[in-house]
């Protein structure tokens, strides 16, 4: 069984171990529309693809459990990386509980591929050395206590938003008290895919450059003064008087 980061969306954005594991599992389970079909294509020649965007756990669960028990390999894919927002946690807890084994393939997440496709580093020396991930609660399960944008914006770090992107003119207004109406702000839509859309601008205006370009989903919001940041000192790493 295993758990496998599939990216961001480019099919070529993941690692050599997963693509090996695809390549040989008789079992792909993935997270439909979201995962390149491309991927899918390299499963061996009559592998069972099984799509769960309209499967709720007790059904991915008997999969996963089928599978290992006709001792079938499986490769279940999650878009990004599943260490965040990818409701593996859940099925590992019941995997767990049922003895069965699994491991989990790291993948590129989407906010990684956002920072690419904008050419930025998201930490800039004397500029931002902190990035908070985090999203925001509407139908989905509600964020635990002192988990708010105002609580989370409060220390002006660099911010990604995922699954947030529907809501952004009701989120700005959170936002500015900390951030200010001038900081920059991003949003990546289909980050790395062919159909990709980048959109910058500043708290002021993002929420109506958003609902121009008619962005509803998969999209990274990215909020932060290094986004623009252009004079700031080079770091310790290479810099020349560092003892070496």
């Not at 669960?61 to 990818?86: F, N």
């Not at 491991?103 to 690419?116: E, I, K, M, S, T």
């Not at 904008?118 to 930490?123: D, F, I, M, V, W």
């Not at 001038?182 to 910058?200: F, G, I, Q, T, Y």
């Amino acid at each position: 069984m295993h758990f496998i980061g599939a990216g961001p969306g480019a099919p070529d954005l993941v690692t050599v171990r997963a693509a090996r594991i695809i390549a040989g599992a008789p079992v792909c389970l993935y997270a439909g529309a979201l995962v390149p079909r491309e991927l899918l294509e390299t499963a061996p020649e009559g592998a069972r693809l099984v799509d769960t965007a309209d499967l709720d756990l007790d059904q991915i669960t008997a999969e996963l459990v089928a599978a290992h028990q006709a001792g079938l390999d499986v490769a279940r894919l999650h878009s990004g990386d599943p260490s965040i927002y990818s409701a593996m946690a859940e099925q590992m807890r019941r995997l767990d509980a049922l003895d069965v084994p699994y491991d989990v393939v790291p993948g590129v997440p989407a906010f990684a591929a956002a920072a690419a496709s904008l050419k930025r580093e998201l930490t800039v020396p004397g500029v931002g050395q902190t990035v908070i991930l985090t999203r925001t609660s509407a139908r989905s399960t509600p964020m635990p206590p002192g988990e708010d944008l105002a609580t989370l914006g409060a220390s002006r770090a660099t911010l990604v938003l995922h699954l947030a992107v529907q809501r952004i003119a009701e989120l700005v207004p959170e936002l500015v008290p900390n951030y200010g109406a001038n900081c920059p702000v991003a949003v990546v839509a289909r980050a790395s895919r062919d159909d990709e859309l980048v959109l910058r601008g500043t708290l002021a205006d993002i929420a109506e450059q958003v609902e121009a370009a008619g962005v509803r989903r998969t999209a990274v919001v990215i909020v932060g003064s290094v986004l623009a940041a252009g004079s700031f000192p080079d770091s310790h790493l290479y810099s020349t008087t560092r003892c070496r």
